[in-house]
């Protein structure tokens, strides 16, 4: 899964995903131990991003590829 942070703000945590930042595109991998998910399942992975002067923009861009 990708998306993309608000200007200024910054990833500060994950879990249960192997994530990545480029700029402010975010990359949430699979962990191994999570093993795979069958065609039309689902799961869920968690983040912390810190927001600057309290801008209250959130995450937008979501998309997810197998």
Do not use: I
């Amino acid at each position: 899964m990708t998306f993309t942070l608000p200007a200024g703000h910054t990833l500060a945590g994950s879990w249960n995903a192997a994530v990545t930042v480029s700029g402010q595109t975010v990359t949430a991998r699979n962990m191994s131990y999570n093993g795979s998910l069958p065609p039309n399942a689902g799961t869920s992975f968690g983040y912390q991003v810190s927001r600057p002067n309290g801008n209250t923009s959130v995450p937008s861009g979501h998309t997810c590829a197998t």
